[in-house]
């Protein structure tokens, strides 16, 4: 799109100087498949069930109250992880809008209740990639109540990635939710 002669540098200049807008790059990554978040989450486990919901209206009004404020999420997935015939906890597949796009990410809940570290599975938006950094996704490991699923108290933002850091934390507690609601076997 330059001119024959004008340098990209001179180009770029020239654009800027036309009062256009800089065309924002996207760039989007996939960073694991499903299978690779499974053995990522649950390596002991020997195979995965997917798992259907079916929710009464109560269970989803529980579900509401719990969850809170939710960005829009496009797709779930929830896998059964087991060894033989124990099950290790639950494996989810979900995706959360960031600022523009969605965010693919994968979450375990152990047999115990407790998180595992996320992983980002697929990023598409042009910034805030850094919630995929290990510190980040590492705070969301052994919390195990809504209440330890706070954006900004106990989940800390990334300057530059709030939106992204904010909507997967609200996905996180509301697959916590979920879990309660549908999923947590009677106690022991």
Known sequence: MSHPGLSALGFAATVAALGAAPAQVVVASDYLSVEGAQQALFPQADRF??????????????LAALAGEQPPHRS????????????????????VVGKEDFITYAASIDAQGRL??????SYRES???EIRNEAWRHQFAGRDSLSQLRVRTD???????????SHVTQ????????????LKGPPA
Not at 49 to 62: G, R
Not at 116 to 121: A, D, F, K, Q, V
């Open 49 to 62: 069930t997917e798992v259907a919901f079916a929710l009464s209206a109560p269970q989803k009004e529980k």
């Open 76 to 95: 779930l997935r929830a896998f059964r992880a087991l060894r033989g015939t124990e099950t290790l906890g639950y494996l989810f597949i979900d995706e």
């Open 116 to 121: 595992g570290t996320p992983e980002i599975m």
């Open 127 to 129: 910034h805030g990639g």
């Open 155 to 165: 989940i800390k933002n990334i300057a530059g990635a709030t939106l992204s850091c």
């Open 171 to 182: 996905g996180v507690r509301w697959l916590m939710a979920l879990w309660q609601v549908a």
